[in-house]
């Protein structure tokens, strides 16, 4: 008894009953009393984030300090807590599956699928016109994904370094949009696919390059904008460098492109006083940018996350700037195939030579897919592949309606019920007085009665933190036991009284009597307190 007061002094003075960091300690500990370290960090990959997110910097370095002072590896509530507590929303998020993609794994496990079978095609040529390309193996084939909340999954080469080649030209036109703004930008380039091959000497009725994704517009595009800076933050500070290399056998091999130069020098396409000749050196250095499939992945989901880079939380690009670019992407990103792009996968994506696809879902994720052997087209048989297996599988098509394609997967949704049933969401919807969060779990049939670790239900929690509205739906609507009592013996009433909620002491008072023979103890002592308070 006297160990047992202890410990509600030692809760009450906590003053939140129970906190977020309690409640997620009882999701990852399943009723045992400590957490072992690798089952936390299992536990947080499989909601899709990585030990290394900046965003969780705190947490880890905490838990490396703290793992030192224990014996066993392990972490009770109070050393859990320590841990999370700086990163408590972002884990708290995680763990209640509040990510764009709820059930990361299973959606993984269909990724990985999809790469095998991609994997198995032949066909299609590595790019040989500069010897640098033509070095890659036509085995390699990587795909990574990254989401909007930083979920993030990897499959094959993705550590492998390649440059972007032309999939830097819709990053470039973001960036010179979010410099400049949209309508000085387009008094040099427009906006229309062209129908004409990339790197064709043509311009449109206005002799302006026709869209920033072919090399006219690219190079124009180039003439705008100062680069580095924003690739490392639209990475995350993931890999973002530089081949030398790529860059000297692109300006041997850049008879074309000089020729273009040249070309738009002539038509005035420039903004006045620009060097044409260093701004080529520019444009072939920007497609010698290296990323692997993972850093690449981030850049994508920047832009699938409206500017806002999802591992880092920095504002990296403007929403007009990713809107035109997401645009222009849909329509022109895939050289020649692209209106069959946009037919069939309706995703906005830009490939380049070196066999990336960067391929952006709004609001969902950013994937990059990489394999050097292209088609006809100049673009990643396999990339092309698994985009157009992607939206067969999941109705991420622009033009999937999300209530009528119930034969497609929805990622987006939680699949099964094995959440709905958990204590955790229940708890978690009663701390935060979500009573609409709380109809829809009565509503599934989840037994509201239901306790955690500590015996406590979501009946204590609503009294502790005083929402009256919950109280009362539990209490009339899902008729739960009023007197519940935690492990130190507590019932909602002594949590009510405690805490000075005295409209919730009101509400549960009724009830009380109801129940008065199953309340004696706990019952009386609430009582008199109320007596006190009233």
Same mark, same amino acid.
């Given at each position: 008894?006297?160990?047992?007061?202890?410990?509600?002094? !030692?809760?009450?003075?906590?003053?939140?009953?129970?906190?977020?960091?309690?409640?997620?300690?009882?999701?990852?500990?399943?009723?045992?009393?400590?957490?072992?370290?690798?089952?936390?960090?299992?536990?947080?990959?499989?909601?899709?984030?990585?030990?290394?997110?900046?965003?969780?910097?705190?947490?880890?370095?905490?838990?490396?300090?703290?793992?030192?002072?224990?014996?066993?590896?392990?972490?009770?509530?109070?050393?859990?807590?320590?841990?999370?507590?700086?990163?408590?929303?972002?884990?708290?998020?995680?763990?209640?599956?509040?990510?764009?993609?709820?059930?990361?794994?299973?959606?993984?496990?269909?990724?990985?699928?999809?790469?095998?079978?991609?994997?198995?095609?032949?066909?299609?040529?590595?790019?040989?016109?500069?010897?640098?390309?033509?070095?890659?193996?036509?085995?390699?084939?990587?795909?990574?994904?990254?989401?909007?909340?930083?979920?993030?999954?990897?499959?094959?080469?993705?550590?492998?370094?390649?440059?972007?080649?032309?999939?830097?030209?819709?990053?470039?036109?973001?960036?010179?949009?979010?410099?400049?703004?949209?309508?000085?930008?387009?008094?040099?380039?427009?906006?229309?696919?062209?129908?004409?091959?990339?790197?064709?000497?043509?311009?449109?009725?206005?002799?302006?390059?026709?869209?920033?994704?072919?090399?006219?517009?690219?190079?124009?595009? !180039?003439?705008?904008?100062?680069?580095?800076?924003?690739?490392?933050?639209?990475?995350?500070?993931?890999?973002?460098?530089?081949?030398?290399?790529?860059?000297?056998?692109?300006?041997?091999?850049?008879?074309?492109?000089?020729?273009?130069?040249?070309?738009?020098?002539?038509?005035?396409?420039?903004?006045?006083?620009?060097?044409?000749?260093?701004?080529?050196?520019?444009?072939?250095?920007?497609?010698?940018?290296?990323?692997?499939?993972?850093?690449?992945?981030?850049?994508?989901?920047?832009?699938?996350?409206?500017?806002?880079?999802?591992?880092?939380?920095?504002?990296?690009?403007?929403?007009?700037?990713?809107?035109?670019?997401?645009?222009?992407?849909?329509?022109?990103?895939?050289?020649?195939?692209?209106?069959?792009?946009?037919?069939?996968?309706?995703?906005?994506?830009?490939?380049?030579?070196?066999?990336?696809?960067?391929?952006?879902?709004?609001?969902?994720?950013?994937?990059?897919?990489?394999?050097?052997?292209?088609?006809?087209?100049?673009?990643?048989?396999?990339?092309?592949?698994?985009?157009?297996?992607?939206?067969?599988?999941?109705?991420?098509?622009?033009?999937?309606?999300?209530?009528?394609?119930?034969?497609?997967?929805?990622?987006?949704?939680?699949?099964?019920?094995?959440?709905?049933?958990?204590?955790?969401?229940?708890?978690?919807?009663?701390?935060?007085?979500?009573?609409?969060?709380?109809?829809?779990?009565?509503?599934?049939?989840?037994?509201?009665?239901?306790?955690?670790?500590?015996?406590?239900?979501?009946?204590?929690?609503?009294?502790?933190?005083?929402?009256?509205?919950?109280?009362?739906?539990?209490?009339?609507?899902?008729?739960?036991?009023?007197?519940?009592?935690?492990?130190?013996?507590?019932?909602?009433?002594?949590?009510?009284?405690?805490?000075?909620?005295?409209?919730?002491?009101?509400?549960?008072?009724?009830?009380?009597?109801?129940?008065?023979?199953?309340?004696?103890?706990?019952?009386?002592?609430?009582?008199?307190?109320?007596?006190?308070?009233?």
């Amino acid at each position: 008894p006297q160990r047992q007061r202890h410990f509600t002094v !030692t809760r009450r003075k906590a003053g939140i009953l129970p906190s977020l960091e309690d409640l997620l300690f009882y999701t990852i500990a399943e009723g045992q009393e400590k957490i072992p370290a690798h089952k936390f960090t299992t536990a947080l990959k499989a909601t899709g984030l990585r030990t290394g997110d900046p965003r969780l910097k705190e947490c880890m370095e905490m838990l490396k300090v703290t793992l030192k002072t224990t014996s066993d590896g392990a972490l009770d509530r109070h050393l859990f807590k320590k841990c999370v507590q700086s990163n408590i929303v972002l884990l708290t998020q995680a763990f209640r599956k509040k990510f764009v993609i709820p059930d990361f794994q299973p959606f993984c496990a269909h990724i990985d699928e999809l790469y095998e079978n991609a994997k198995n095609m032949s066909g299609g040529q590595v790019a040989d016109y500069i010897p640098q390309l033509a070095r890659f193996s036509p085995d390699l084939w990587a795909v990574s994904l990254c989401t909007i909340d930083g979920q993030r999954h990897t499959v094959g080469d993705t550590k492998v370094p390649f440059c972007l080649q032309s999939c830097v030209k819709p990053l470039k036109y973001a960036i010179a949009v979010h410099d400049h703004g949209t309508e000085y930008v387009h008094r040099f380039i427009g906006k229309e696919p062209s129908g004409l091959r990339f790197n064709k000497l043509f311009l449109n009725e206005d002799d302006k390059p026709h869209n920033p994704m072919v090399n006219a517009g690219a190079i124009v595009c !180039t003439s705008l904008i100062k680069v580095m800076n924003f690739m490392n933050k639209l990475a995350g500070n993931e890999y973002v460098g530089f081949s030398n290399a790529t860059f000297q056998s692109e300006r041997e091999s850049g008879d074309r492109n000089f020729a273009i130069g040249y070309y738009l020098k002539e038509k005035k396409c420039f903004p006045e006083g620009t060097d044409m000749t260093s701004i080529l050196d520019f444009y072939f250095q920007l497609c010698s940018i290296e990323v692997t499939c993972e850093s690449a992945s981030v850049m994508a989901a920047t832009l699938a996350n409206g500017g806002f880079c999802p591992i880092t939380g920095e504002r990296v690009l403007s929403p007009e700037a990713v809107r035109n670019t997401l645009s222009l992407m849909h329509s022109c990103g895939m050289y020649d195939f692209s209106g069959q792009f946009a037919f069939h996968v309706g995703l906005p994506a830009k490939s380049g030579v070196a066999g990336g696809i960067l391929l952006v879902v709004p609001n969902v994720m950013g994937i990059m897919c990489w394999s050097p052997p292209l088609d006809k087209l100049g673009n990643s048989v396999r990339g092309i592949q698994f985009c157009t297996d992607l939206v067969s599988l999941c109705n991420f098509h622009n033009y999937d309606n999300l209530r009528h394609f119930a034969k497609k997967l929805d990622p987006r949704r939680e699949g099964g019920d094995q959440r709905v049933k958990s204590v955790i969401n229940l708890l978690f919807a009663a701390y935060t007085g979500d009573v609409s969060a709380l109809r829809r779990f009565a509503l599934s049939s989840m037994d509201m009665e239901q306790r955690d670790y500590d015996s406590r239900t979501a009946l204590h929690v609503a009294a502790a933190e005083g929402h009256a509205e919950v109280v009362r739906f539990l209490l009339e609507a899902c008729k739960v036991n009023p007197v519940p009592r935690d492990r130190w013996g507590n019932t909602p009433m002594d949590e009510a009284v405690h805490f000075g909620h005295h409209d919730v002491v009101t509400i549960l008072r009724d009830y009380h009597t109801q129940y008065s023979p199953q309340a004696s103890g706990p019952k009386e002592n609430a009582e008199q307190n109320l007596d006190g308070m009233l």
